[in-house]
């Protein structure tokens, strides 16, 4: 792989803008479903705020190798020891919750290492690649 692989800031901070709409969306939808009932149990609610909020990210970049944002924006998140593979599901939330933690902070390490690794990223073992021109077809 070469430096041009790995994704700078910008195109990360993209795609990190582009799951909060995603959320917003997902919270409007949700709701709209919501007021369409009479009543909705506090189960339901907790659920929709968990999914949202805690397992949207680690959910998707373990089954899908990124979140929709990532998808949009041309980037996966995979493993460095196999770029073939997605993270597995309990690294990723350890990755969602140092991300969540240090916000902008994990991003300042980007631009100080060849492979463009947040601290985030070097605590699990991940790497963001750009989507291979195959991938896309």
Do not use: C, W
């Amino acid at each position: 792989m070469t430096e041009e692989n790995y994704p700078g800031v910008l195109d990360r901070v993209k795609a990190i803008m582009t799951d909060g709409i995603v959320i917003i969306i997902f919270i409007f939808t949700i709701s709209y479903v919501f007021s369409l009932f009479e009543s909705v149990p506090d189960n339901a609610r907790i659920i929709a705020f968990v999914f949202i909020f805690l397992l949207y990210d680690p959910l998707f970049t373990s089954i899908f190798g990124g979140t929709i944002g990532h998808m949009i924006i041309g980037l996966r998140v995979k493993r460095e020891s196999n770029e073939q593979k997605n993270v597995l599901f309990h690294l990723a939330i350890l990755r969602y919750i140092v991300k969540a933690l240090l916000g902008g902070i994990s991003l300042l390490t980007i631009s100080g290492n060849k492979k463009s690794k947040a601290i985030h990223d070097f605590l699990v073992g991940s790497i963001v690649v750009y989507v291979k021109s195959n991938e896309n077809k």
